[in-house]
Each structure stands twice: as C-alpha cells, then as structure tokens.
Nanobody, 116 residues
Framework: QVQLVESGGGLVQAGGSLTLSCAAS????????MGWYRQPPGKQRELVAS?????TNYVDSVKGRFTISRDRANTVYLQMNSLKPEDTAVYYC????????????WGQGTQVTVSS
C-alpha cells in the first residue's frame, strides 16, 4: 500500500521559513490533485494549498506567503515564508488519484510550531 511520508516540520520564530516535503513510498497513478491541509489545536482540518495540472490554489490566509509545488517524481512541497503564530498546526499531505474511483492518500502529519 502506498504511503505518503512528510518531512520538514519543526519549531520556528515568527517571520521565519520552513519547507515541508511529501513523497510517496510507491507510484501513484492518475493523480488528480495534490494538497496540504492543516489542523490547528482544537480546530478542524482545513485545506491550505493545492496543485493540479491547471495551477495552484491557496486559502486566503496564506496567499503571498506559502508556495506549493511538485516535481517530476510527484513529491509535493510547501514553502512557508513569513510564518505567523496562527500558522501553528499539524500539516498533512494529501493526494487524490484515480479514474472511475477516487482514492485519498494521507500523510501522517508533521507539526509546525511558530513562536511569537
């Protein structure tokens, strides 16, 4: 079974930067969309950024600060700049793939903590 493995989380001061990476343990075919979600303490999980063959999308709160990208090996990255304490959350990688049936793949989550 294919797994998504995330890396790059950690503790950073406000204004700092982090880059998250997410790689699949095997090949995923027919990728529809790749994305990053986050779940702050005591809150619901939200979509932060996504990337398809047609482009990228971001939640308003991270526009201009975060950049999502992917490489030929379908590793997906989230470059996070000008981090704020409210960006503190567990970040999850997600891949949706399939043709007739869509399969959701999730990473295990990586903690990002931004101190003020």
């Amino acid at each position: 079974q294919v797994q998504l493995v995330e890396s790059g989380g950690g503790l950073v001061q406000a204004g700092g930067s982090l880059t998250l990476s997410c790689a699949a343990s095997g090949s995923i075919r027919n990728i529809i969309v790749m994305g990053w979600y986050r779940q702050p303490p005591g809150k619901q999980r939200e979509l932060v950024a996504s990337i398809t063959s047609g482009g990228t999308n971001y939640v308003d709160s991270v526009k201009g600060r975060f950049t999502i990208s992917r490489d030929r090996a379908n590793t997906v990255y989230l470059q996070m700049n000008s981090l704020k304490p409210e960006d503190t959350a567990v970040y999850y990688c997600n891949v949706k793939a399939g043709l007739a049936v869509t399969t959701n793949y999730w990473g295990q989550g990586t903690q990002v903590t931004v101190s003020s």
